[in-house]
């Protein structure tokens, strides 16, 4: 069974802060990898996509990537209240050029 | 805007009474899928489709079927509709190049 494990939260952190949501997979044959934000009642939404180990950052999200431990993280730095919401990783399952794995997702609140 | 749409946004429908939620996307994707989300739980594939081809997830229950009639629209019936299947019904796309999914905006459905 391929898992996907995220800690449930809430994370909480105050405005301005970095919130650190932390992935790991069970799927060494995952190449490519997703957090999706996901808004109460709406649906998900894709705000980075990393496939290298290392970092890549995009405005206030830094996505971190280590294949040999299998770990994936994201980084929002100047945290705002509007971030609050539930955070999914998604690894892209290894047998498939397509098909993601996701996670249950960490609840991220932001503190005014 | 290349987008994926989905109809009704709102479905209440009666303890066994059969039901339909559609899907349609305008970003020319090959592969359309259907997930079931319940409350703070991680997305659940039920099936999706790749250009034609149907593959069914093995834990999806026989209640529920897809018909994709061409390559823009995607259908889920729900046979009898029970108490448990009450959730978030999701829609989402991709390529066949493994760039992440796009989602429609959900179907919540409330079976009364």
């Known amino acids: ?112 | 805007d290349a987008m994926v749409i989905q109809n009704p946004r709102y479905q209440v429908t009666q303890f066994g009474k059969p039901v339909t939620l559609s899907c349609s996307q305008t970003l020319n994707h090959n592969v359309m899928y259907w997930y079931q989300q319940k409350s703070s739980q991680a997305p659940k594939l039920l099936f999706h489709y790749y250009d034609k081809d149907f593959n069914n997830e093995a834990d999806t229950p026989d209640n529920f079927q897809s018909r994709r009639p061409n390559t823009s629209f995607c259908f889920l019936d729900i046979r009898s509709p029970g108490l448990g299947d009450a959730a978030m019904y999701l829609c989402a796309t991709s390529s066949r190049t493994g760039t992440g999914y796009t989602f429609g905006s959900g179907t919540r459905l409330t079976v009364v």
């Open chain 1, 1 to 112: 069974q391929k898992e996907v494990e995220q800690n449930s939260g809430p994370l909480s952190v105050p405005e301005g802060a970095i919130a650190s949501l932390n992935c790991t997979y069970s799927d060494r044959g995952s190449q490519s990898f997703f957090w999706y934000r996901q808004y109460s009642g709406k649906s998900p939404e894709l705000i980075m996509s990393i496939y290298s180990n290392g970092d890549k950052e995009d405005g206030r999200f830094t996505a971190q990537l280590n294949k040999a431990s299998q770990y994936v993280s994201l980084l929002i730095r100047d945290s705002q209240p509007s971030d609050s919401a539930t955070y999914l990783c998604a690894p892209q399952e290894g047998d498939s050029s397509y098909k993601l794995i996701f996670g249950s997702g960490t609840r991220l609140l932001v503190r005014p």
